[in-house]
């Protein structure tokens, strides 16, 4: 059974850091393809970033590319999403979600076959 438990959210004065951590257990092999999504407060789910190729390729959203960076670490079955700079745009819950491949898209939400419950990051000004 496949279990992606987030961790890492808090809140923030805008110009902070945090770190979000994914631990993932089951059969997420390292050639999956794991990302972060988040949706705000009345929003739809929007991808931030994303890591295939067993961590050889990132790719990210326009809007936190720069300030974000997406890694993994296949030893201790942990994604994580390292959050610099973060405005109060970047208030929303965090999403983990792994898929065998991202062959329709980085981002393309159906295909992710397994997702976590969550973390909030709340971002004030």
């Known amino acids: 059974q496949v279990q992606l438990v987030e961790s890492g959210g808090g809140s923030v004065q805008a110009g902070g850091s945090l770190r979000l951590s994914c631990v993932h257990s089951?059969?997420?092999?390292?050639?999956?393809?794991m990302a972060w999504f988040r949706q705000g407060s009345g929003e739809e789910r929007e991808g931030v970033a994303a890591?295939?190729?067993?961590?050889?390729?990132?790719f990210y959203a326009d809007s936190v590319r720069g300030r974000f960076t997406i890694s993994r670490d296949t030893a201790r079955n942990t994604l994580y999403l390292q959050m610099n700079s973060l405005e109060p745009g970047d208030t929303a819950m965090y999403y983990c979600?792994?898929?065998?491949?991202?062959?329709?898209?980085?981002?393309?939400?159906?295909?992710?076959?397994?997702w976590g419950q969550g973390t909030q990051v709340t971002v004030s000004s």
């Open positions: 890591s295939y190729r067993g961590g050889v390729f990132a």
């Open positions: 979600a792994a898929a065998p491949s991202c062959t329709a898209g980085v981002f393309s939400q159906g295909q992710f076959r397994y």
């Open positions: 089951g059969d997420i092999r390292e050639d999956y393809c």
